[in-house]
């Protein structure tokens, strides 16, 4: 983890928002990088002046959506024997998938909005859902919804600490499955709200 972080470091630190965006793309096509470095150290070049800060958000959403959008064509158009024959030359990870897929059938169209920030999940969620056929629209919106705070968040991180960036990378680890824990419990008091009230209304 610690050489894959220095490499990450030395290539937003060369290439500037172009490898923000081209680094999430990868994440967000099935190569499992991590977004928590890719993002904090986006910030972390924001504070220091080398790039914007709006700049990184964006870079970082749209290499996240683009790279969505590949993975989620990819399931749609290949399915599972396209993976089968392929994934190993992408580091596919059979397992990885395995729980995409599961969480999918459980949330359906709601496991693309949950999973961008669950670890693991979220790199993999695009395919079950390009294989699914779910509605390309509804994927665009709820992936941009996902990622559009989890984006921010990380880059913000990455921008308060400044100087303390070997903080920010020892914790990104226990920072995703805490806000992950929160976006889904937030997902589970909505849907379980809803469902009362759609109970109640018809009981009258």
């Given at each position: 983890m610690?050489?894959?972080?220095?490499?990450?470091?030395?290539?937003?630190?060369?290439?500037?928002?172009?490898?923000?965006?081209?680094?999430?793309?990868l994440e967000?096509?099935c190569?499992?990088l991590?977004?928590?470095?890719?993002?904090?150290?986006?910030?972390?070049e924001?504070?220091?002046?080398?790039?914007?800060?709006t700049?990184?958000?964006?870079?970082g959403?749209?290499?996240?959506?683009v790279?969505?959008?590949?993975?989620?064509?990819v399931g749609?158009v290949?399915?599972?024997p396209f993976?089968?024959?392929?994934g190993r030359?992408?580091?596919?990870?059979?397992k990885h998938?395995?729980?995409?897929?599961?969480?999918f059938?459980?949330?359906?169209?709601?496991?693309?909005?949950?999973?961008?920030?669950?670890?693991?999940?979220?790199?993999f969620?695009?395919?079950?859902?390009?294989?699914?056929?779910?509605?390309?629209?509804?994927?665009i919106?709820?992936?941009l919804?996902?990622?559009?705070?989890?984006?921010y968040?990380?880059?913000?991180i990455?921008?308060?600490?400044?100087?303390n960036w070997d903080?920010?990378?020892?914790?990104?680890?226990?920072?995703?499955?805490i806000?992950?824990a929160?976006?889904?419990?937030?997902v589970?008091?909505?849907?379980?709200r809803?469902?009362n009230s759609?109970?109640?209304t018809a009981?009258?």
């Amino acid at each position: 983890m610690h050489a894959l972080s220095v490499s990450l470091e030395h290539f937003i630190t060369h290439y500037g928002v172009l490898a923000v965006f081209l680094a999430m793309v990868l994440e967000s096509a099935c190569i499992p990088l991590p977004s928590e470095l890719i993002m904090t150290y986006a910030g972390f070049e924001a504070f220091r002046h080398n790039i914007g800060f709006t700049e990184a958000i964006v870079a970082g959403v749209l290499g996240n959506l683009v790279g969505s959008l590949i993975a989620y064509y990819v399931g749609k158009v290949g399915g599972r024997p396209f993976l089968r024959r392929y994934g190993r030359y992408i580091l596919f990870s059979e397992k990885h998938f395995a729980s995409a897929e599961r969480f999918f059938a459980k949330w359906g169209s709601l496991a693309v909005l949950i999973s961008r920030v669950l670890p693991a999940i979220r790199t993999f969620i695009s395919l079950p859902a390009g294989i699914a056929n779910m509605r390309i629209g509804k994927f665009i919106l709820f992936s941009l919804i996902g990622c559009i705070p989890w984006v921010y968040l990380l880059t913000y991180i990455g921008y308060s600490l400044g100087q303390n960036w070997d903080s920010v990378s020892a914790h990104t680890g226990a920072l995703t499955y805490i806000f992950g824990a929160i976006l889904v419990l937030a997902v589970v008091l909505f849907w379980t709200r809803n469902r009362n009230s759609k109970a109640q209304t018809a009981s009258k």
